[in-house]
């Protein structure tokens, strides 16, 4: 288990009232999923996971209770990402955390897609 940082509750209450905690990991297993799915993203792009879950550019809605896609565009690189975000509530295991369950780069079709088709819960102002 790896700790990632911390989310703001306020912003992600969009997803569930009922948020656990604030702390954000990524498990080990999560961390060879995404090596093996998304060649390349964990060891390039990993250092990005933080500011990723602190401030998302946009908070989708998935298709799994407590979970939300995040949309990020990290500036300087002008690369986009997509996280799916698994949140703990007051019915998980007490021992559970905030988990990052994929993530990936994605392109600006793909961007596109997510915003045109999808339920925006939370655009950063």
């Not at 080990?28 to 090596?35: A, E, G, T």
């Not at 990005?48 to 995040?70: G, Q, R, S």
Request: with cysteine; charged share 35%; glycine share 2%.
């Amino acid at each position: 288990m790896h700790s990632i940082g911390k989310i703001n509750k306020e912003i992600y209450r969009c997803i569930t009232e009922d948020i656990a905690t604030d702390e954000v990991i990524i498990t080990d297993n999560q961390i060879r999923h995404i090596m093996d799915r998304h060649p390349n993203d964990y060891e390039r792009f990993s250092s990005y996971f933080e500011e990723i879950v602190k401030n998302p550019d946009y908070i989708i809605e998935a298709n799994k209770p407590n979970t939300a896609l995040l949309l990020k565009e990290i500036i300087e690189n002008g690369e986009v990402f997509k996280t799916v975000l698994r949140l703990t509530t007051s019915k998980d295991d007490s021992s559970y955390k905030n988990s990052i369950i994929t993530f990936m780069k994605i392109d600006e079709k793909e961007w596109n897609r997510l915003l045109r088709n999808k339920t925006i819960l939370y655009k950063k102002e």
